[in-house]
């Protein structure tokens, strides 16, 4: 009798052990820092573990890029400088010149900059659509179209595009399906089961969690899609370094607890926002019936309008004691800004432009009722 194919272990036992065995020189059971560059060979073209250049692999990155397959149940995953250089890095390996892509609507701004003023010169055409219109989408869809880039939920109005239909509507035109998985983090959300072909993150964010490291990451369960990333990602060489890669890792193995605190207090601050009478609306998918599909719980990040235009948001911002006036997300501490100025500044003007009456809140960890008496005490 066959035996049982084992149990694939629970998430915060990946996060913690998976691609991470304990050194087999010293029996350390953090993976070491390989702060090198180089590697000694044994003679002419005989490499010890497969090391030449720590551009093509490195043993902390390879840690990293191993564990974060595993969250996202995938087979290979890749590590890079930042978030933006991961999907360069995967859209010049998946389409060419010529090619079109459909992204969100509402999509970050970093990534409009991208397409809008990088790839588009690079001979790259592209479609913004709001992704919840499974109608529009296909609308947008043409002959040429090699790529849906999703982000759900998306940066800064927290919208939910169901990931499934749209892996079955770029299957079926012959595209591929890439999803940022950024603000729900593979402990949320894992879009690869769903039928996405690609995940990216910016590891800056949640899967770092402590605002001291800045990093991308793209993991696939695809081999060929696998094996032209890899060849991208040494030929361009965006790749994060060995100490970046290491903070990752270390902050990785708290995920699971830290996303459980920034839901806790993230569903609590919503719970104030929407009672209150200076905010106008709140983007929080709770009440999405996909988001509840697709997600185990819904984040730490929250947005919301005000009712004194953006005169009121830009003095909310700037009247908090706890929340720090930042750019960036998904660390332990909670962060306030004004997308339509800092984060979003980039897509001003465009179709993509955000309400300038928006807040964003990167919800933390501290205590929730310090976090609550300061929104209350900015927003009198």
């Known amino acids: ?21 304990a050194d087999p020189v010293t029996g350390a059971v953090i993976t070491p820092l390989y702060l090198t560059s180089t590697y000694a060979q044994d003679a002419v073209g005989e490499l010890r573990d497969r090391y030449d250049y720590s551009r093509s692999g490195n043993p902390t990155r390879d840690a990293l890029e191993g564990c974060l397959a595993a969250l996202e149940g995938g087979r290979r995953g890749f590590a890079f400088a930042s978030g933006l250089a991961a999907e360069d890095t995967a859209i010049r390996a998946l389409c060419q010149p010529g090619d079109h892509v459909v992204i969100p609507g509402d999509a970050y701004g970093g990534t409009y900059r991208l397409f809008a003023r990088v790839l588009e010169r690079w001979g790259l055409q592209f479609t913004t659509v709001d992704q919840r219109d499974l ?18 939920p998306t940066n800064p109005l927290l919208a939910v595009a169901d ?4 892996a079955r509507l770029a299957h079926s035109a012959g595209a591929l399906l890439a999803v940022d998985n950024t603000f729900a983090s593979p402990y949320l959300q894992q879009p690869l089961a769903r039928g996405a072909d690609l995940v990216m993150h910016s590891t800056t964010k949640y899967l770092g969690g402590h605002s001291d490291v800045v990093g991308g990451a793209l993991v696939v369960t695809d081999d060929d899609l696998a094996d032209r990333l890899a060849f991208h990602q040494n030929s361009m060489g965006a790749v994060a370094g060995a100490f970046d890669a290491w903070l990752v890792l270390r902050g990785v193995k708290t995920l699971a607890v830290r996303m459980d605190r920034h839901c806790d207090n993230a569903e609590r601050i919503v719970a104030m926002l929407r009672a209150h009478d200076t905010v106008t609306q709140v983007f929080y998918p709770d009440s999405d019936p996909i988001a509840a599909k697709q997600m185990s719980r819904f984040g730490g990040m929250v947005s919301f309008r005000v009712a004194a235009g953006e005169t009121g948001a830009r003095r909310v911002c700037a009247s908090t004691r706890v929340f720090t006036l930042a750019e960036s997300l998904g660390g332990v501490e909670s962060l306030i800004e004004h997308p339509a100025a800092m984060t979003h500044g980039s897509v001003a003007g465009t179709e993509l432009e955000v309400p300038p009456d928006l807040v964003r809140l990167s919800v933390g960890i501290e205590s929730c009722r310090d976090l609550v008496a300061d929104l209350e005490q900015a927003l009198a």
């Open 1 to 21: 009798m066959a035996d049982e194919q084992a149990p694939r272990p629970g998430f915060e036992t990946l996060a913690i052990h998976a691609a991470q065995d």
């Open 135 to 152: 109608g529009a989408v296909r609308a947008a869809v043409r002959d040429d179209t090699r790529l849906i880039w999703c982000e759900t």
């Open 163 to 166: 990931i499934e239909a749209l």
